[in-house]
């Protein structure tokens, strides 16, 4: 997992070889997938959940790769 962009509720990460935006509304913390520039592509949410912060849900990634 590789961080391409992260500001305080929002990341771009590149995740075997796909993109993917992780969202923190301070209420819950939501994966989305996503293009190369960060343009969320599907508003089906592929990970995350409530009470979660978007450090957690990043971390989250490695356990995966």
Do not use: Q
């Not at 935006?21 to 913390?29: F, G, K, M």
């Not at 939501?30 to 849900?57: K, W």
């Amino acid at each position: 997992m590789r961080i391409i962009n992260k500001t305080t509720h929002r990341a771009l990460v590149l995740f075997k070889g796909k993109y993917y935006v992780v969202s923190d509304n301070c209420s819950e913390t939501l994966v989305f997938p996503s293009d190369s520039s960060g343009s969320i592509i599907d508003y089906c949410e592929v990970g995350g959940g409530r009470g979660l912060s978007l450090d957690e849900v990043l971390e989250d990634f490695y356990v995966w790769d």
